[in-house]
């Protein structure tokens, strides 16, 4: 069965610093390029940032340039998202997904993470 879980979500203020995971299971990780996704409560879903199969690549949303790093670890099934810097546009339910190398349009997606930057 697969499965994608995130955690590390939470309430933090702005300025401060949040890692959240994403471990999956149940597909061959390493043949997959990993990605998060944010969506804020009545807004359309957006990408954050995506790492290839290997991790040689990375691309990143404009709003998050230069604040968060994406990295995985093959060997843990597991992908980490590194925000810094944190906004309060940044309040959002962070979800993790899954897409096979080769560009297959079946997607895996997690259940979602609530990140919350505010005084």
Known sequence: QVQIVESGGGSVQPGGSLTLSCVASGFIFSSYFMSWHRQALGKERELVAEISANGDWTNYGDAVKGRFTISRVNTENTVYLRM??????????????????????????????????AS
């Open 84 to 117: 810094n810097t944190l906004k309060p546009e940044d309040t959002a339910v962070y979800y993790c997904k899954g897409r096979h190398w080769t560009g297959s349009l079946v997607d895996y997606w997690g259940q979602g993470t609530q990140v919350t930057v």
